[in-house]
């Protein structure tokens, strides 16, 4: 009689190996449900991209749509404010400042700048050869006068000319005394106004794609600085896409390269972006920014 | 033994489910983060340049409609360096506030200021504009090319608070005569002559508009020889234009604070007392007989007498020598007697007020329009 040896019986109840259908079952699930995890994770890492991208160009799209109509809303065609209007450049005369003249002498005069919403005071940044324009307001004259100022420095004092309630409207307790290369003879409650010299352009930079760019004004080489990039990039001018576009006060398009200054009722800015993940199958977002200018 | 053994390879067996469970919530909770995220700073940035736009909006409305419901008297009245609060409106959400300021005698800025009433953001914008006033060339309480006669209580002072200045109270033409009362009370008017105040354009030119102009556009058209008492007349809180009603300078909230009549009367008039404002022309002979207060510019062309007491008169009086009738001349009437009680205040505001009231300010040239960010 055999008996079962207690080994044998030992080796039954430890065997714990799959079948070869198990084996190839579990493989065939386990790659299925890895397959299918990887592919849903790359498309969720697709649309982390994606949404990345979008948010960056989106950012870019509206820091340009935000600072560019600051400089070209209060531009005066009329009085030679739209320098130079290209498809890919505008140089403008902006206003960095304006206000109501408190007195002072004839080759410097006292500033009151306006005062900003909420009556916060505004970064007026006045410097030596910015261009101060007084209002010359006589019975048979009403003009705009240019006047260079060789130095500008920030005084406490007060404004006679205004009440206390132009508090409200002026900053009447940091003056600017703007000296003046000539005899200006302001008449104190007159209006003057700050400009300086800008240059917006695109340009492709040294990564080969193209920006949106500012050329700040150095006074004392008397010629804008090197451009500084302020958004993008863009997909480039050349396609017809990105750029400046001009039009009169009838809304007839004025023609590029050859736009009169003083003809421009409006500027349109289209940007379109330009992606710079490649591949990832996005529309390419485009801002158009419209500016009826003011001062007609 | 043998429920242990299995136990010890069920833990230790290595799996891929777990990681791959991991991997996947990690990146689907990164995908959708940055989902959020991007449709968050979106929404963001539309919502914020929408609500900057639409207080740009509401301020630019404001300061157009505070320009097109222009009060030229109570603009002509506000001293030069006053800046008045004109409105302050409050929708659900936002709130506008309008600012005029006056800072020489022709130029204003209308600032208007839209603020979001949740945040605080607001946005301001303002406009220069300008009044086609002339600058007079004679300033003065009496400017007279005829002769004056002035009684011991007549007061002529002259106020420069409207940012003009004047040389003297009483300006002569060189032929005119003056005749003042020794034993006038206070310190005798500045009295000064001018070759200018024998010129007829002086008299008969305002702005850009002749005598005949304004005769022909007057609000008031007398009858020849009238004897009048205006006074304000109102109705329910509202100013009644009739012809007795020559507005109302006494209180610049009255409802006719805001009326500025040119009147005119074709030859000779007669106030028997009452109030007004505004421009008074008179063709012939203007006799004030009773107490009467005026401000804006009496130009008369017969001679001016004044031979009641509580005569005031704010602005500027000027007598001419030539009646447009001359047939109806009088030799002896075309003169300026001031006998009684009588107060001749020199202001330029109130002086043009009358005139000026047709006049309406237009944006400075060039540049008018500004935006304070």
């Not at chain 2, 043998?2 to 991997?23: E, F, P």
């Not at chain 2, 002259?158 to 004047?166: E, K, M, N, P, S």
Request: positive net charge; charged residues 15%; glycine residues 8%.
């Amino acid at each position: 009689m055999l008996t079962r040896r207690p080994c044998q019986r030992r080796l039954v109840t430890r065997r714990t190996a799959f079948t070869l259908a198990e084996v190839l079952i579990t493989l065939a699930l386990s790659a299925l449900v890895l397959g299918l995890a990887v592919s849903v994770g790359a498309r969720l890492q697709h649309r982390l991209l994606a949404e990345s991208t979008r948010l960056a160009v989106d950012e870019q799209l509206a820091s340009a749509a935000q600072l560019v109509p600051l400089d070209l809303r209060a531009a005066s065609p009329v009085a030679g404010d739209v320098v130079e209007a290209r498809d890919t450049s505008l140089q403008l005369r902006a206003t960095t400042g304006a206000g109501v003249a408190c007195g002072g002498s004839a080759t410097s005069i006292l500033v009151a700048s306006y005062l900003g919403a909420g009556a916060r005071a505004l970064a007026l940044t006045a410097a030596a050869g910015d261009t101060l324009w007084v209002l010359a307001d006589t019975d048979s004259l009403e003009q705009w006068r240019p006047f260079r100022v060789s130095a500008a420095r920030r005084i406490a004092g007060s404004c006679p000319q205004l009440d206390a309630a132009g508090a409200q409207l002026f900053d009447v307790a940091h003056l600017w005394a703007l000296d003046l290369r000539d005899s200006a003879l302001a008449t104190p409650g007159t209006f003057v106004r700050l400009t300086r010299p800008i240059r917006y352009s695109f340009y492709r930079a040294g990564d080969g794609h193209w920006y949106l760019g500012v050329h700040s004004w150095n006074p004392a080489a008397a010629q804008f600085n090197l451009v500084q990039p302020l958004a993008g990039p863009y997909a480039s001018p050349l396609g017809g896409g990105t750029g400046f576009r001009y039009f009169d006060v009838s809304s007839a398009a004025l023609t590029l390269g050859s736009a009169d200054g003083r003809r421009v009722a409006r500027v349109e800015m289209q940007l379109v972006a330009e992606s710079t993940a490649a591949g990832l199958g996005l529309p390419a977002d485009t801002e158009r920014v419209v500016v009826a200018l003011r001062n007609r | 033994m043998t429920q242990r053994v299995s136990r010890a390879n069920r833990a230790a067996r290595k799996g891929v489910a777990l990681i791959a469970v991991l991997y996947f919530l990690i990146v689907c909770g990164l995908a959708a983060t940055a989902l959020l995220w991007s449709e968050r700073t979106r929404a963001t940035n539309v919502l914020g340049a929408r609500g900057g736009t639409r207080l740009s909006a509401v301020a630019d409305s404001a300061l157009y409609a505070a320009l097109a419901g222009w009060q030229p008297a109570d603009r002509l009245r506000q001293p030069v360096g006053v800046t008045i609060l004109l409105a302050t409106r409050s929708a659900p959400d936002v709130r506008t506030r309008v600012f005029i300021t006056r800072t020489t005698r022709r130029l204003f800025v209308i600032v208007a200021e839209a603020s979001q009433i949740l945040d605080g953001s607001a946005r301001r914008v303002s406009l220069l504009v300008r009044l086609p006033l002339a600058s007079t060339a004679l300033r003065a309480a009496l400017i007279s090319a005829v002769d004056v006669t002035i009684g011991a209580q007549a007061r002529i002072v002259v106020d420069t608070a409207c940012g003009d200045t004047t040389t003297a109270a009483v300006l002569l033409a060189p032929s005119a005569a003056l005749t003042l009362d020794s034993t006038v009370i206070g310190s005798a008017p500045s009295v000064a002559r001018s070759a200018a105040a024998a010129d007829s354009a002086t008299y008969l030119r305002f702005d850009n508009a002749w005598w005949t102009d304004l005769a022909t556009a007057a609000d008031v058209r007398l009858a020849s020889g009238a004897h009048v008492t205006p006074m304000p007349v109102t109705s329910a809180s509202s100013c009644v234009r009739v012809e007795s009603n020559w507005g109302d300078p006494s209180a610049p909230t009255s409802p006719c604070a805001s009326r500025t009549p040119i009147v005119y009367a074709p030859g000779d008039l007669t106030i028997d007392g009452g109030l007004g404002q505004g421009a008074l022309l008179v063709d012939g002979h203007l006799l004030i007989a009773g107490p009467f207060t005026f401000s804006g510019q009496i130009v008369a062309r017969g001679g001016i007498e004044m031979i009641a007491d509580n005569i005031a008169i704010s602005g500027s009086v000027n007598a001419w020598r030539a009646r447009g009738d001359t047939l109806s001349a009088h030799a002896d009437s075309a003169r300026v007697v001031l006998a009684r009680r009588t107060t001749l205040r020199y202001s330029g505001c109130d002086a043009w007020q009358g005139v000026a009231s047709w006049l309406v300010p237009r944006r400075v040239r060039d540049f008018a329009w500004m935006e304070q960010l």
